[in-house]
């Protein structure tokens, strides 16, 4: 079966970097891209960032936009989210998804309702 499983969280000072992975597994990695999407307390869950398919496009929200990059090896079955430049704002809950349309080329923003699997979450924490 289909699984996502996020790792890399922690407590970072602001300013600092941390690396978030989602290891896939249970279909065919290199056919589906994603998306990490956040949630802070209190309030909704927001779109971070999408990739698609192939890696061949990536797109960013605003907020994150040069501070975040997101990457996949198709070797390893596995997504990444490196975040350089933490802010306080930046804490929350961060989940991957996976899209539910094999071999979309566009990355996003698009409805949550898109990606079928989610992983758990991992969280972040930006705090001196």
């Known amino acids: 079966q289909v699984q996502l499983v996020e790792s890399g969280g922690g407590l970072a000072q602001p300013g600092g970097s941390l690396r978030l992975s989602c290891q896939a597994s249970g279909f065919t990695f290199g056919s589906y891209g994603m998306m990490w999407a956040r949630q802070a307390p209190g309030k909704g869950l927001e779109w971070v960032s999408g990739?698609?398919?192939?890696?061949?496009?990536?797109a960013y929200a605003d907020s994150v936009k040069g501070r975040f990059t997101i990457s996949r090896d198709n070797a390893k079955n596995t997504w990444y989210l490196q975040m350089n430049v933490l802010k306080p704002e930046d804490t929350a809950l961060y989940y991957c998804?996976?899209?539910?349309?094999?071999?979309?080329?566009?990355?996003?923003?698009?409805?949550?309702?898109?990606?079928?699997?989610w992983g758990q979450g991992t969280q972040v924490t930006v705090s001196s």
């Open positions: 990739i698609n398919f192939d890696g061949s496009d990536t």
């Open positions: 998804g996976k899209d539910r349309q094999r071999t979309r080329t566009v990355v996003g923003p698009i409805p949550f309702s898109e990606y079928d699997y």
